[in-house]
């Protein structure tokens, strides 16, 4: 079953992104916490997980790696700041060569629904240039506006 | 430091406010200085200096009409932003896709596995 996954933009600092789930909370947090079960949906095709480390207790660090195309491991590390099973999770994460200048704090949000679970992350850019990711977030957007309504102009 | 990339020019550009209410301006239809300067409280030479800096972004195009020198908006400027928020959304929809179907074979469990 694929659920939409909404961008909408948030403040001028944050990307939120929106997620439903089959799943109740419990089962999405140990998705998203217990390093084998992150090994098998984290990676994509072209950019593989190899690896997944978590001491999952405020102030534990995360460490994933990915194979990057080129061959080169790309890293991202964090560090917990909050862990409310299975509601809510507050991390850091910063790539290493990160280009957005900056960590990033994530708080994701489990909301139990009738199907299973709304996922709620908001990603806040502390860096310099926060501001800009958030607005190519809005931008797209107000992209998908604009070409709803040149949708609506050429209907027939 | 690293030589700025196009999409750092863009980002740039578009950190200004009235850059990008220019932007907007010029969504609606091709505009001179001098046209863009009426509707802002700024000179025509400093509407001139945020067209510049656009041009330079790629997020617009200036004809050269004799002495009109019109700016349009550049689609394909707009679309290296927009697809950088695109790998991001397809990055997530791509992840995603794998952790629904992981739930899906994932058995109710009270105890967290513990490592």
Not at chain 1, 128 to 140: K, L, T
Not at chain 2, 10 to 28: E, G, M, V, Y
Not at chain 2, 51 to 73: F, H, K, W, Y
Request: contains cysteine; negative net charge.
């Amino acid at each position: 079953m694929a659920f939409p996954l909404t961008l909408p933009p948030v403040g001028d600092r944050n990307i939120r992104v929106e997620r439903a789930f089959a799943a109740p909370p419990a089962r999405l947090w140990r998705a998203l916490t217990e390093p084998a079960l992150l090994l098998q949906w984290q990676g994509m095709p072209s950019h593989p997980i190899i690896e997944a480390e978590v001491d999952l207790r405020v102030g534990g660090r995360w460490r994933w790696a990915w194979r990057h195309p080129s061959g080169n491991l790309m890293v991202a590390s964090g560090e917990y700041l909050l862990l409310d099973a299975p509601h809510r999770m507050i991390h850091t994460e910063l790539f290493e060569e990160d280009w957005t200048d900056g960590p990033t704090t994530i708080t994701t949000d489990l909301i139990p629904t009738e199907a299973g679970t709304r996922m709620v992350a908001d990603i806040l850019y502390t860096g310099p240039r926060g501001r800009d990711m958030a607005m190519a977030s809005g931008m797209e957007h107000g992209m998908h506006i604009c070409y709803d309504q040149l949708a609506a102009l050429l209907a027939p | 430091m690293t030589a700025p990339s196009p999409l750092d020019r863009s980002f740039a550009a578009l950190a200004d406010p009235t850059r990008r209410a220019i932007l907007q301006h010029l969504a609606q239809g091709p505009a001179t200085a001098g046209e863009i300067a009426a509707r802002f409280p700024l000179s025509q030479p400093a509407i001139s200096r945020h067209l510049r800096l656009l041009g330079e972004a790629g997020l617009i195009a200036r004809r050269v009409d004799a002495q009109r020198r019109p700016a349009t908006l550049a689609p394909e400027g707009l679309t290296a932003l927009t697809d950088w928020i695109g790998g991001l959304r397809a990055s997530y929809e791509t992840r995603f896709a794998q952790l629904d179907r992981l739930l899906a074979a994932l058995p109710d469990t009270d105890t967290p596995q513990k490592d």
